[in-house]
C-alpha cells in the first residue's frame, strides 16, 4: 500500500510545532478517562497500571490496534458459523446412496468445526485484546502476549528516542483514521512499532511533547 503521510522529527516544520505544542498541552491536561473493555485509545486512562511502574510514573496514552483491524476474522467466523449449514448437505450429496453415513458422525463433525472455529475466534481475540501499547511521562512500553503462555515486555525511555515517524496507507486506514508509528531508539534499547493504532498524528505529537519535556528536566 502506499504511504499517505510520513511524518519524521527530524525535520519538523515551525508550524508543526506550534501546532504540537497546542496538541498535546490539551490532551495532557485532560482529566482521567474512564476505560471499557473494548478500548483502543485513551488519553490519561483511569486504573491502567503495568507491573513496573514507577510510584511517580504516570500513564499518559493507553493503546491498542484499531477494533477494525478484527473485521477480516470476525468475516470469517461468521462465514465459518453459518458453513455448515450448507456445507454438510453437499457433502452428503456427494455420497453415492448406497453409502449410509451415521447421524454420531454427522454431530462429531459438526462439534469439530465449532470447536476449531470457536478457538480460531478466541486466538485472534485475545491477541488484539492483550497486546497493548503504553506511553507514560517516562517511557514507551510495548506488552505482547501469545496464546496467554509467554508473554514479551519492551520499553524505552524518552530520553533515549532519536527518531519518530508515523505511515498510514490503505483504505481502511484513511477511513479509520489508523497506522503505524515507527520509533527509533538509541543504544541496546528495542526500536518500536506501535502497529495500526489510532490517530497515529495524535500519538507521535504526544509523544514528541514528552520527549521534550524529558529533555528540559533531566
Request: net charge neutral; proline share 7%.
Amino acid at each position: 500500500m502506499p504511504t499517505i503521510f510520513d511524518s519524521s522529527t527530524s525535520t519538523p516544520a515551525p508550524a508543526k510545532s506550534k501546532k504540537t505544542a497546542k496538541l498535546s498541552a490539551s490532551l495532557l491536561s485532560k482529566g482521567k478517562n474512564h476505560m471499557g473493555p473494548l478500548t483502543f485509545f485513551a488519553v490519561n486512562p483511569d486504573g491502567v497500571r503495568f507491573e513496573t511502574q514507577e510510584e511517580e510514573e504516570k500513564v499518559i496514552l493507553f493503546l491498542r490496534q484499531h477494533i477494525i483491524v478484527n473485521f477480516p476474522w470476525v468475516v470469517v467466523a461468521v462465514v465459518a458459523v453459518f458453513a455448515p449449514t450448507v456445507l454438510f448437505p453437499l457433502l452428503l450429496r456427494l455420497i453415492p446412496p448406497s453409502v449410509v453415513v451415521p447421524s454420531g458422525y454427522i454431530v462429531v463433525g459438526a462439534l469439530f468445526w465449532y470447536v476449531a472455529t470457536f478457538g480460531f475466534v478466541l486466538g485472534n481475540f485475545l491477541s488484539w485484546f492483550f497486546n497493548i501499547y503504553i506511553v507514560t511521562n517516562q517511557r514507551l512500553v510495548d506488552i505482547d502476549f501469545q496464546y496467554l503462555l509467554y508473554k514479551n515486555f519492551a520499553e524505552a525511555e524518552l530520553v533515549k528516542i532519536q527518531d519518530i515517524s508515523f505511515t498510514s496507507g490503505g483504505v481502511f486506514a484513511a477511513l479509520f483514521n489508523y497506522g503505524t508509528v515507527n520509533i527509533q531508539t538509541a543504544g541496546e534499547a528495542p526500536n518500536f512499532e506501535f502497529n495500526s493504532v489510532p490517530y497515529p498524528e495524535r500519538v507521535v505529537e504526544t509523544i514528541r511533547s514528552l520527549i521534550g519535556q524529558a529533555g528540559s528536566n533531566p
